[in-house]
Structure formats: C-alpha cells, structure tokens
C-alpha cells in the first residue's frame, strides 16, 4: 500500500491563515496527502491569528515559532531556523508556502538549506515595485521552488519573462531548474466562494464602505496614515457615506505615536474605527459594502470574488487583470481617492467570472501534483 507524500505548511499571517483553510479542505478529501502545520510566529496575536484557526476550522500547528519581534532581520533569521529545524525533525517530502510574506521567505529559504522541494502557491505576482519588501520575497520565493502554483494566466506569463517555465518531467521530481508551472485558480476565492455562499446577491452593496489600511508604504510614516484617514473622511462627508474601518495593530501603532486622540478625531466623522474582524465577518461587509477602499492585496480579491467594486490604495498592484476588467482602480496618493472612489461607487456591483478559477483551486492542486508526482511506495 502506498503512504501519502508529506507536506510540511507553512503559516504566518493573516492572509496565509485563510488560504491554508481551503488547503486543509481538500487534503482532508485526498488520502494521498498528508500535512504537518506550521506557524511562524509572524502574526501571533488573538485578533490575526488564534481566532482565524477556531474561524476556519484549521487544525492545531504541530508547531509553533517564536521569532524576536525586535526588528524584520532578527524576525526573519529566527523564523529561517525555526522551518530548517522543523524540516529537519519532521521529514516532509515538500514543503508549501503562501503568497510573499516574510513567513514565505523564511519558508522557501529553509527549504532550500535542506534540500527539501519548495511548493509555492502564487508564484508569478508582480507588482514591479522593488520598495516593496513582498515583491522581494515573491521573486525569491519563485526563484527557489521546485513547484510553482500560478493564480492567474498573467502570473504564469510573468515567471515565463523571468525565465521561469514549466520544464518538469512526468514521474520525475521536479526541482528549481526543472520546475512544475500549473496554473489552478486562486485559494483565497475557493474561500470567498465558500463562505459567500450564505449572503443572497438581494442585499450586497447595500451598507457601509469598507476601509482597510495596513501597508508600511502607507502607514509607517504616520503623517501619511493621517492623510488617507482625511482624503477618506472628507470624501464620505461630501457623499454623505459612512465607513467602517477595523484597524490592523501596525496602522493602530504608528498613530497612536504622533497622534494620540485620533480615535476620537475620527469618532466625529462618519468613519467608524473597529478592531480587527474575523475573516467572515470582514467577507461579509466586503459583500455588503457599494465600493471597498484598502491597500491590501488579500481584501482585493476578495472584493472581486464578491463582486464588489474597490478602489486600491496603491499605485501598482499584483492583479492586474481586476484593473483590466474595470473592478478595481489605483489611488497611489491620498488626492487621487475621491475621483477613483466616485467613479468606482458609479459602476455598482460587478460582474464575477473564473479568472481565479471555479472555487476548487486546492482541489485541482492535489490533482496536478499527484499527476505529476504520483504516490510514494
């Protein structure tokens, strides 16, 4: 009898903990895998971690990291050891990483030390902005995987100008230069759809505007962070909007040191500030939401897979294709939001297609690999 091949995952932040759920559905569905969790220690505080495993029904990491949280370099080295040793103690076959997240990088490079394949799920995201630390960490990432799992079209066309195509042989361990480029749909929609399912279209785009800021490009310099909070406020005051806006700890931390009354400032206007919300509960107010306004690239698609117009508060993006379809729109610079954001509220509720696939992107990973790979004896 052939035992299951052994994936090691490999979590740390938010957005990773959402698309590790649709994972853990279809390997719960797939007896040829099995997987042993672990969490880097990225994002380890109540409100971005423990309450999305009890959320999404994760199971328990059977490890758990504790970085130093003094600076990213320390952070990063420690998460580097804590995956090398894992890899070491746990003898998976693979190792799989999300997205561009210091975890993935710490991830990616452990794997590589000991000679473990590396799966990277979306692989091929370009913003080509190079200031921007996740672009880093996605070409690097890409760079050591033996299996690249592209999102969209786009991403695979991105790996193939770097020079990066499928050039993997049926029964052979693929490797970094001999590298397996699938091309599945998208993780994080097969949860959009999962859990979109129990909110009717009667209704969407009905309430309040969602607001999300969370990026050290728009928040670490707190003088920046104030100008999105008044370019939003204004623009809801003039359009008589309200908003909701769940605060992340970063954007929370970096005003709390130059501006201390700034929940109250914001209280008078028609901006609410909540603490951070649970993965549901922030699907639902991206469905229910006429436009969404935020910075990150996770709540993005999640406003396309929910058929939500959004306004990105950056002047490049990784989906590209939301821009082509007239969903989404860049607002690199706080003045530019009120024009993007009216032309946005204009268009309604948008069309969803398959551009990230048709909900089963995890599903339809297994399948390539194991048509691929096969089972171990």
């Given amino acids: 009898m052939k035992s299951p091949q052994h994936m090691l995952v490999v979590v740390g932040a938010r957005p990773q903990f959402i698309k590790a759920a649709a994972l853990h559905r279809a390997i719960l569905k797939d007896v040829s895998w099995r997987a042993t969790w672990l969490h880097t220690g990225q994002h380890h505080d109540e409100a971005l971690s423990a309450q999305f495993f009890r959320e999404l029904d994760l199971p328990e990491p059977e490890v758990r990291l504790n970085p130093h949280a003094a600076n990213?370099?320390?952070?990063?080295?420690?998460?580097?050891?804590?995956?090398?040793?894992?890899?070491?103690?746990?003898?998976?076959?693979?190792?799989?990483?999300?997205?561009?997240t210091d975890s993935t990088l710490a991830g990616a490079w452990a794997a590589s030390a000991e000679r473990v394949p590396l799966i990277h799920v979306e692989a091929g995201l370009r913003s080509h902005d190079w200031s921007m630390p996740e672009e880093i960490n996605r070409v690097l990432t890409d760079r050591l995987s033996s299996v690249l799992v592209c999102p969209t079209d786009a991403a695979a066309r991105h790996l193939l100008a770097e020079g990066i195509a499928d050039r993997a042989t049926p029964g052979v361990p693929p490797s970094?230069?001999?590298?397996?480029?699938?091309?599945?749909?998208?993780?994080?929609?097969?949860?959009?759809?999962?859990?979109?399912?129990?909110?009717?279209?009667?209704?969407?785009?009905?309430?309040?505007?969602?607001?999300?800021?969370?990026?050290?490009?728009?928040?670490?310099?707190?003088?920046?962070?104030?100008?999105?909070?008044?370019?939003v406020t204004d623009w809801l005051d003039g359009r008589g909007l309200e908003a909701v806006f769940p605060v992340h700890?970063?954007?929370?931390?970096?005003?709390?040191?130059?501006?201390?009354?700034?929940?109250?400032a914001l209280g008078s206007s028609k901006?609410?500030?909540?603490?951070?919300?649970?993965?549901?509960?922030?699907?639902?107010?991206?469905?229910?939401?006429?436009?969404?306004?935020?910075?990150?690239?996770?709540?993005?698609?999640?406003?396309?897979?929910?058929?939500?117009?959004?306004?990105?508060l950056r002047a490049t993006t990784e989906w590209v294709e939301q821009l082509e379809r007239g969903q989404s729109a860049l607002a690199g610079e706080?003045?530019?939001?009120?024009?993007?954001?009216?032309?946005?509220?204009?268009k309604g509720r948008c069309e969803v297609d398959e551009l990230y696939g048709d909900g089963r992107a995890a599903e339809h990973l297994l399948t390539l690999l194991n048509g691929q790979i096969g089972m171990k004896s």
């Fill in 72 to 100: 990213r370099e320390t952070r990063l080295g420690d998460m580097m050891g804590g995956v090398r040793e894992a890899i070491r103690d746990y003898a998976p076959d693979w190792v799989l990483v999300f997205g561009d």
């Fill in 176 to 231: 970094p230069t001999a590298p397996l480029v699938i091309r599945t749909g998208d993780v994080m929609h097969d949860n959009a759809v999962h859990f979109g399912q129990a909110w009717p279209e009667v209704g969407r785009g009905q309430g309040r505007v969602l607001l999300t800021l969370h990026r050290p490009s728009n928040v670490d310099d707190a003088d920046r962070a104030m100008a999105w909070l008044h370019a």
């Fill in 249 to 264: 700890p970063r954007t929370e931390q970096s005003l709390d040191r130059v501006w201390p009354n700034w929940r109250r």
């Fill in 271 to 312: 901006l609410e500030v909540v603490g951070p919300m649970g993965y549901v509960e922030l699907l639902a107010a991206v469905a229910a939401a006429p436009v969404v306004l935020t910075d990150s690239g996770g709540v993005q698609k999640e406003a396309y897979s929910l058929g939500t117009p959004c306004v990105v």
């Fill in 334 to 346: 706080p003045t530019l939001l009120s024009d993007q954001a009216d032309r946005m509220m204009t």
